[in-house]
């Protein structure tokens, strides 16, 4: 199975921030990659397909980049409406797996 | 707009089967895949398997031969059975579409949280 490693597992950060966070894969998924964000309470949103293309309405504060092993999610102006649990997804190969996510919060 | 709603009890005793239904509407489920992923405590996701568009089935290894996915497309539905299920089968289950069978996930339902417990 290709294992996806997230990390930071969480992060504080301030409005007005700008944010990284890092999926590698334990071997190459090509740009099968997507990003989620999953706010408390609520279901996981796509934010990012194919490693780098924005989902419709999701603002462009939020970019996806890599290829093969390595992924990054960037937040470029931190939002107050940002916390989450962020999560990649890789969909090269079965079974399907996820990242253990990155946590998110407001300092 | 496609939606997806899944229902089902929420307390399942150990042994017991687990089943839930997937309601979708504004999308026919004879086009696409169609997927069930479940989210732990602690925040682990783990994809536990599909039905496509045919009818066709793929699952997660890792629950044997415990799941079936099965669909009534005269409803617009598909269904999770999990069987023998264990206190470790506690979890949030959502049901999901995808693009293709090489996409990721563009519409989730909300998710229904289900208990193993006696």
């Known amino acids: 199975n290709t294992v996806m490693t997230q990390s930071p597992t969480s992060m504080f950060t301030s409005v007005g921030d700008r944010v990284t966070m890092s999926c590698k894969a334990s071997?190459?998924?090509?740009?099968?990659v997507g990003w989620y964000q999953q706010k408390t309470g609520q279901s996981p949103k796509r934010l990012i397909y194919?490693?780098?293309n924005r989902d419709t309405g999701v603002p462009d504060r939020f970019t996806g980049s890599g290829s093969g092993t390595d992924f990054t999610l960037t937040i470029s102006n931190m939002q107050a409406e940002d916390p989450a649990i962020y999560y990649c997804?890789?969909?090269?190969?079965?079974?399907?797996?996820f990242g253990s996510g990155t946590k998110l919060e407001i300092k | 707009e496609v939606q997806l709603q899944e229902s089902g009890p929420g307390l399942v005793k150990p042994s017991q089967s687990l089943s839930l239904t997937c309601s979708v509407t504004?999308?026919?489920?004879?086009?696409?895949?169609w997927g069930w992923i479940r989210k732990f405590p602690g925040n682990k996701m783990e994809w536990m398997g599909y039905?496509?568009?045919?009818?066709?089935?793929s699952y997660n290894p890792s629950l044997k031969s415990r799941i079936s996915i099965t669909r009534d497309t005269s409803k617009n539905q598909f269904f999770l059975q999990l069987n023998s299920v264990t206190t470790e089968d506690t979890a949030t289950y959502y049901c999901?579409?995808?693009?293709?069978?090489?996409?990721?996930?563009?519409?989730w339902g909300q998710g229904v949280m289900v208990t193993v417990s006696s």
């Open positions: 999901a579409r995808m693009g293709t069978r090489v996409s990721s996930f563009d519409y």
């Open positions: 504004g999308y026919s489920i004879t086009s696409n895949y």
């Open positions: 039905i496509s568009y045919s009818g066709s089935t």
């Open positions: 071997q190459n998924v090509g740009i099968n």
């Open positions: 194919w490693a780098s």
């Open positions: 997804l890789q969909h090269n190969s079965y079974p399907l797996t």
